[in-house]
T-cell receptor, first 118, second 111 residues
Framework: GAGVSQSPSNKVTEKGKDVELRCDPI?????LYWYRQRLGQGLEFLIY????????KSGLPSDRFSAERTGESVSTLTIQRTQQEDSAVYLC????????????????FGPGTRLLVL | EDQVTQSPEALRLQEGESSSLNCSYT??????LFWYRQDPGKGPEFLFT???AGEEKEKERLKATLTKKESFLHITAPKPEDSATYLC????????????FGTGTSLTVIP
């Protein structure tokens, strides 16, 4: 079946502008994650959605970052008033999440959105 | 502080030259350790999940092992198409929805 898709694949913006990144998870996957990957660095957790539960926003680096998810489908990550340090690859992943105590399912990643802030 | 460290940062191998990549972790309460492969310009691709010390998983030329402090990704007789960055990530019991990634090992296999 189809994997995780993200759009746009590349985004160039000017400092101070807002950007919106989109993620379409694998159908049936209830959990969705956003990560940031800066050049030469590991993946940095941003936010996690699980079904209708309140999202875990503990990884968002500032209040300029926000994310939404409609039910168990599409998610959008919004960065307001972009700064040059926001330049990175933004990765989305989805997984089948089990109830508490059970093993978490594997995350499957999208191809990422490459954001460049000039 | 919970940490995941991968070594070496970069590795160049001749085709057929076997080696191992290391992922060491200093975390409390490991729930699972994951290995991913990432090709340039692409998202990470899942390889293995390991849950308990002593566990091993194999796929083609790759074999992953887990101890209480580290995991190894063994590559046997690598081919040029194995060239990629290999990432490991740990999932903790007390924050099951958060995964902590290492910075990866960039592997280059020379024909």
């Amino acid at each position: 079946g189809a994997g995780v898709s993200q759009s746009p694949s590349n985004k160039v913006t000017e400092k101070g502008k807002d950007v919106e990144l989109r993620c379409d998870p694998i159908s049936g996957h209830t959990a969705l994650y956003w990560y940031r990957q800066r050049l030469g660095q590991g993946l940095e957790f941003l936010i996690y959605f699980q079904g209708n539960s309140a999202p875990d926003k503990s990884g968002l680096p500032s209040d300029r970052f926000s994310a939404e998810r409609t039910g168990e489908s599409v998610s959008t990550l919004t960065i307001q008033r972009t700064q040059q340090e926001d330049s990175a690859v933004y990765l989305c992943a989805s997984s089948l999440a089990t109830s508490g105590g059970a093993r978490q399912e594997t995350q499957y990643f999208g191809p990422g959105t490459r954001l460049l802030v000039l | 502080e919970d940490q995941v460290t991968q070594s070496p940062e970069a590795l160049r191998l001749q085709e057929g030259e076997s080696s191992s990549l290391n992922c060491s972790y200093t975390v409390s309460g490991l729930r699972g350790l994951f290995w991913y492969r990432q090709d340039p310009g692409k998202g990470p691709e899942f390889l293995f999940t390991l849950y308990s010390a002593g566990e091993e998983k194999e796929k083609e030329r790759l074999k992953a092992t887990l101890t209480k402090k580290e995991s190894f990704l063994h590559i046997t007789a690598p081919k040029p198409e194995d060239s990629a960055t290999y990432l490991c990530a740990v999932q903790l019991k007390n924050t099951g929805n958060q995964f902590y990634f290492g910075t990866g090992t960039s592997l280059t296999v020379i024909p």
